[in-house]
């Protein structure tokens, strides 16, 4: 039909928009990765603030735990009047045993185990309105910055998981790898990828429309991001940027040209 | 909110302030979906009103009012403006308090909303569903159409809202009220108001939580129920071409404050109120209306030790239960029927042996008659055996005395002549 003028329907959007952040939002993500691989660096980098504390501080001996572990902290944030639960799930000791076998069974355990509780409290005759979401929404995978290719471990760790959450791959610490260097493992990740089909985010069966394709198949060509952490500032052009100084120069984290961590950070958020 | 959870505080721009903004362009690439019922004798102005609203022309012939029963008819139309694409369904009541005896004049609609609540929990119920691409059908508001008496509510409004306040919102709203004055229409008002208090009837509230809103709803509240005018035809007045009415003695204006109550109306329903108002539905009268259904299934949350139970062991508990009953009642046919033909066999047998004592007495009976017929049998056998040789004497004597006596015979043929 055809309307002859003005009745305000679009007013819904603001009252949509008014709502959502009247009740706030919950985000949930899981960092994985073997140890000093920079994963702690990364979340605080991200949300911009002190959200895990460093596995290892300067003189201190951190344990590595016998299995894997999962500690989640949960933190409440505002930006803009938007209020966020944000829970940050750490899985110290994944990966870094001599065996290990097996050491994913922790983590598929504590992802159906979320799954399992938002779904009974959704089944429950007189349910909560707002049923708290402990779900993960986003898994972070770091791969260490070999240079070659993904190891039988990250194989078989994304081939699982892809298929119950959304992975991201990020190669940690890229700065050790050139630009060269860091496009051919790029292209052979990607190839892996696809060799064993993992689908990781965003998913191709999921593009809802030939726009949002167009729009992932953008990410999808530079997957995995190749990111730094820091939380350090320092002084570059009379600008104080976040980066890591180097006897060498500084390596700018927002900087597209040094590291894609604005491409995490807007793909992820 | 915060439940013990420490605040961090940002010390850049991260980014996820424009999360509502997401949200928001993902639910206008869905749509939204926005469904009214229109309760309303025939002829109070609800198509008018709803051609007003949305300011377009949906198609929708007058009906008589002669039908037998009450009857719904839902139209679903697609509107844009500008980027937002809303699916609209008008559910019309056709043949309210029409009929003579309005008994059953609720219970359609009733059904009907119950219906839609009903095809929603279906769809949350089945395993593989699908969501975000089904199209919600379930009342979001209920626009009760009030006949301009100017005295108060009818028996049958009251009835009718009452079955409806704790399914569906209601706004209630006098039609065609160009035909009340302005000091009858504020005493109306309060009659109105004050009867659905004093019978207990819920009708919407316009959320005054956000101090966004909540100033400007407060006072729309106040203005309940909402005095509305509606009208399909334009009039010019001054330069500009408004919806009004025109009489011989003035022009009733649509949108004007001072004429009628609908740009409050309008603001009301679309501009304001119309997320809470799908809000509501979904988290207020739906899962009442869940929970109902569901404990009538016998679904319980907490078992008989008051532990919870989930779902699924209460479902594999009724189906134990239901297994349980159906062998319990087999085995009672079962014996029934054992029961009944050990009766049976027993009759049979007792007839049986009726008829045998009966057999063994005629065989008894036969035989006496048979020994009476042989000695009758004998007794005339030897009266025929004297009789013939008396016979046999007589024609002897005969013979001897034919020699001797003629005479004796011709006696006899005179005899016998």
């Not at chain 1, 938007?82 to 990966?95: A, I």
Request: glycine share 6%; with cysteine.
């Amino acid at each position: 039909c055809q309307l002859f003028g003005y009745v305000g329907i679009e007013a819904v959007l603001d009252q949509m928009k008014i709502k959502t952040m009247k009740t706030g939002f919950e985000f949930n993500i899981m960092v994985v990765g073997q140890s000093g691989l920079g994963k702690s660096t990364m979340v605080n980098t991200l949300f911009k603030s002190k959200v895990s504390r460093k596995a290892s501080q300067p003189g201190q001996e951190e344990r590595i735990p016998k299995t894997v572990q999962l500690q989640s902290i949960t933190h409440v944030i505002e930006e803009k009047g938007v209020k966020m639960k944000l829970t940050v799930t750490d899985t110290p000791g994944f990966g870094d045993q001599i065996n290990n076998e097996n050491c994913w069974d922790p983590i598929i355990k504590y992802i159906n185990e979320q799954y399992e509780r938002y779904l009974r409290e959704e089944i429950l005759i007189t349910r909560k309105r707002k049923i708290p979401d402990t779900r993960v929404h986003g898994c972070v995978y770091f791969v260490p910055p070999t240079g070659h290719w993904l190891r039988p471990l990250d194989l078989e760790f994304m081939r699982r998981l892809s298929k119950i959450v959304n992975v991201v791959p990020v190669i940690a610490k890229a700065d050790t790898l050139t630009l060269e260097e860091r496009a051919e493992f790029k292209q052979r990740i990607q190839e892996d990828l696809k060799t064993h089909a993992i689908s990781v985010y965003p998913q191709e069966d999921f593009d809802q429309d030939p726009d949002d394709r167009a729009l992932n198949d953008r990410i999808r060509e530079k997957i995995p991001f190749a990111v730094v952490g820091a939380d350090q500032e320092h002084q570059v052009n009379g600008k104080r940027v976040l980066g890591r100084k180097t006897k060498w120069g500084i390596i700018e984290v927002e900087n597209p040209a040094h590291c894609e961590f604005p491409l995490l950070r807007d793909l992820l958020i | 909110q915060n439940d013990g959870y420490r605040t961090l505080s940002l010390s850049g721009h991260v980014g996820f302030g424009s999360l509502p903004d997401q949200l928001v362009k993902k639910s206008i690439k869905q749509g939204f979906c926005f469904n009214i019922l229109c309760i309303g004798e025939t002829g109070s102005g609800k198509s008018t009103l709803i051609n007003s609203l949305f300011n377009t022309n949906f198609d929708d012939p007058m009906s008589t009012h002669f039908l037998p029963s009450v009857r719904l008819r839902a139209q679903t139309y697609e509107l844009q403006e500008s980027n937002v694409l809303l699916k609209l369904t008008i559910v019309n009541t056709v043949g309210f308090g029409d009929q003579i005896n309005k008994e059953d004049s609720y219970q359609p609609i009733v059904d009907y909303i119950d219906a839609q609540f009903e095809a929603y929990l279906q769809e949350e119920l089945k395993i593989k569903r699908s969501l975000f691409s089904y199209h919600d059908t379930r009342i979001h508001v209920c626009l009760y159409f009030i006949s301009p008496t100017g005295h108060s509510l009818k028996t049958l409004d009251l009835l009718t809202m009452k079955s409806l306040d704790s399914k569906v919102n209601i706004i209630p709203i006098i039609g065609k009220a160009d035909s009340i004055s302005k000091t009858e229409l504020q005493k109306f008002k309060n009659k109105i108001m004050s009867e659905l208090v004093s019978n207990g009837i819920q009708i919407y509230q316009f959320p005054t939580d956000d101090e966004t809103v909540s100033k400007i709803n407060t006072i729309m509240n106040g203005h309940l129920p909402f005095a509305i005018v509606g009208s399909t035809e334009e009039v010019k007045i001054g330069n500009k071409m408004v919806r009004a009415r025109q009489y011989p003695w003035g022009i009733v204006q649509v949108e004007n404050e001072n004429h009628c109550d609908f740009v409050k109306l309008r603001e009301m329903l679309i501009c304001t109120n119309m997320e809470d108002l799908r809000e509501q539905t979904h988290a207020r009268h739906y899962e009442l209306y869940r929970r109902c259904r569901l404990e009538e299934m016998g679904f319980r949350d907490i078992g008989p030790e008051n532990k919870p139970v989930s779902l699924q062991e209460a479902y594999e508990a009724k189906r134990h239960e239901f297994y349980l009953d159906l062998q319990r009642k087999e085995e009672e046919m079962r014996q029934q029927f054992v029961q009944r033909v050990k009766e049976k066999e027993a009759i049979l047998k007792e007839a049986e042996q009726q008829v045998q004592t009966k057999f063994e007495h005629c065989v008894l009976m036969h035989q006496e008659v048979k020994l009476k017929l042989e000695k009758k049998k004998k007794v005339l056998e030897d009266e025929i055996a004297m009789f013939i040789e008396k016979k046999a004497n007589a024609e002897l004597l005969q013979s001897q005395a034919s020699v001797s006596t003629p005479v004796v015979s011709l006696k006899r043929d005179k005899d016998r002549k």
